[in-house]
């Protein structure tokens, strides 16, 4: 009896190791070739593209903020539903930032070039579809002029693009009442949950968040110096006030929201159905018929 145990002890013991050996690792960086092809398999070719920036977030965050938070939650995420996720990418839209020591703003050409070639490559390593968790602001009119441009013309993939999305309602209540868009309350709570050793709260203090509404235009205008206008500190809100509580609240929103973005577009046939039967159409407009 006592034998029999122990021998279906190290069946199990042995059984597990082998699990753990074989659990393919989510970031592409990490998988060798031939593990490779099981992980898009695994992933049903769907893979994720965080997108960070390198910019000032107030005086107490760190540079990467937006990578570290993004790839955080895009990591956390995965774990729960399968994909594959591509290494450190910031190459986005931060002129806003320029004034600002520590910020990489390349030019707009070779972000739009350089967005198309890395989706091209991943999809033509089987990411034949491609989640852009987006994790800064400033991408968040890059980032669907991008998905529209892959129209242009035909592909075998589809770019899906999942944008910020805004402080859930309920949790451990707010403290800061004005706006809190960068580096304030909200992102400052979230990074006490990815990378607490990062953030120096006593500073947080140190410079003002305030908006300081300097442009005195209707809505319905857009101008790009708007955020220097209303945020020349390249800061937003209050993060002085961020707790760890907040931050796990908001973090778990944030890593569910994009489970269910990842399971959607796993379960997604009619995008690239369509897409295919609209470029055939557009050869030939003129035998396009209602
Ligand atoms: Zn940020």
Redesign the pocket.
Known sequence: MRKTLIVLIGVLFSGLCVEAQTKLSTHWEELTAEDFRDAIHQSGGTCLLPFGILEK?GPHLPLG??LLNVRYAALQAVEQEYAVVFPEYYFGQIFEARHEPGTIAYSTHLQLELLQETTDEMARNGCKKVIIVNG??GNENLLPFFAQTQLEKPRDYVVYVFAITESPAGGPPKKSTGVDW??GES?TSKTLVSHPELVHQDRAKAESGADLGRLKLPESLYTGIWWYARFPNHYSGDGSVATRERGEFEMKAWVDSIVKAIRAVKADEESLKLQNEFFEKAKHPLETRP
Request: hydrophobic fraction near 10%; charge should be negative.
């Open positions: 977030h903020t937006d800064h602001g960068h580096a992102e």
